[in-house]
Structures are given as C-alpha cells and as structure tokens.
C-alpha cells in the first residue's frame, strides 16, 4: 500500500522560504508522477507543481512560478517542494500526492495523498 509523509512545515515571514519533503514507502517513486497540492480555507484544492517520473520533466501552476521548486531523490523516494520568496496568499495546507504514471497527469489528478502540511505565511 502506497503511504505518503509529508513534513516541513511552519510559520515564516513574507519574503522568507520554506522546504518541505514528501518520503514515500511501499512504492518506487521513480515509476510515479509526484504533486504539490495546497488547500486554503474556503478554497478548493490548488495543483502546484508536478514532476515526471519518467523524465523529470515539471511543472508549475502560474501562481508559484519562478518562486518554487519541485525536485526529487528518487534513490531515497523522497520528493520536495522548495518554497522561496513566500506571499501572504501562499499559506495553505499543503499535500503531496502521487500517480502510477510515467508522466505529469494534464487534468492533476492523482491516486494517493499525503495528511497534508500547513504552511504559515505572517509577519
């Protein structure tokens, strides 16, 4: 059974970063597309940024573009999502979430998820 674990999480100021990781177990991650999600209060679920499995190909949505950053380690299944230059209206509960695929799903979705990582932004 896939299991996700996301850590890393916290309060920061605006302007500041953040890293969190994403360790799976029960699965190769180098066979599966890996994704950052992020939920905020009252809104619906936001795609991020997704990495290929296949050919590490990623992608970002247009709001973290150039500001955060998806890579993965997949000798120690472990993903990340580097978050730079955080803005009041990043602060979310953030996921990880894989699917069985050799590339990035184009319509986001994905099988299995992480319990989610909240992420502060406030000065």
């Known amino acids: 059974q896939v299991q996700i674990q996301e850590s890393g999480g916290g309060l920061v100021q605006p302007g500041e970063s953040l890293k969190l990781s994403c360790v799976g177990s029960?699965?190769?991650?180098?066979?599966?597309?890996i994704g950052w999600f992020r939920q905020a209060p009252g809104k619906g679920r936001e795609g991020v940024a997704c990495?290929?499995?296949?050919?590490?190909?990623?992608g970002y949505a247009d709001s973290v573009k150039g500001r955060f950053t998806i890579s993965r380690d997949n000798a120690n299944n472990t993903a990340y999502l580097q978050m730079d230059s955080l803005k009041p209206e990043d602060p979310a509960v953030y996921y990880c979430?894989?699917?069985?695929?050799?590339?990035?799903?184009?319509?986001?979705?994905?099988?299995?998820w992480g319990q989610g990582n909240q992420v502060t932004v406030s000065s």
């Open positions: 979430a894989t699917k069985w695929a050799p590339s990035c799903p184009s319509n986001w979705m994905f099988d299995q």
């Open positions: 029960s699965f190769v991650m180098a066979s599966f597309a």
């Open positions: 990495s290929s499995g296949r050919d590490g190909v990623t």
